[in-house]
Nanobody
Framework: EVQLVESGGGLVQAGGSLSLSCAAS????????IGWFRQGPGKEREGVSC????????YYTDSVKGRFTISGDNAKNTVYLQMNSLKPEDTAVYYC???????????????????WGQGIQVTVSS
């Protein structure tokens, strides 16, 4: 059974930092791309960042470039999202997702991804 379990969310003041973790199980980690998505209040789910477990290639949406860093630990089947200089507009439920690397997926398009975690709340106060 595929499982993606997020942890590390919470409440932080604007300008602060949080680190999210996504622990994966039930599939061959090296064959998948792992991504982070978010859904703010009244908004559609959007892509934040993703990383290829096979070669470490990363992708970021423009709004988080220079502030967020995605990384992976293949030995632990875990992907991390370090979020710095957080803004109130970063407030959202953050989801971890996985897609088979040979699938015809679009990095920041949620509908093209295969597996999803339950999500974790990140709240940035002004």
């Amino acid at each position: 059974e595929v499982q993606l379990v997020e942890s590390g969310g919470g409440l932080v003041q604007a300008g602060g930092s949080l680190s999210l973790s996504c622990a994966a199980s039930g599939f061959t980690f090296d064959d998948y791309v792992i991504g982070w998505f978010r859904q703010g209040p009244g908004k559609e789910r959007e892509g934040v960042s993703c990383i290829s477990s096979s070669d470490g290639t990363t992708y970021y949406t423009d709004s988080v470039k220079g502030r967020f860093t995605i990384s992976g630990d293949n030995a632990k089947n875990t992907v991390y999202l370090q979020m710095n200089s957080l803004k109130p507009e970063d407030t959202a439920v953050y989801y971890c997702a996985a897609v088979f690397r040979y699938r015809n997926y679009v990095p920041m398009a949620p509908k093209t991804w295969d597996y999803w975690g339950q999500g974790i709340q990140v709240t940035v106060s002004s």
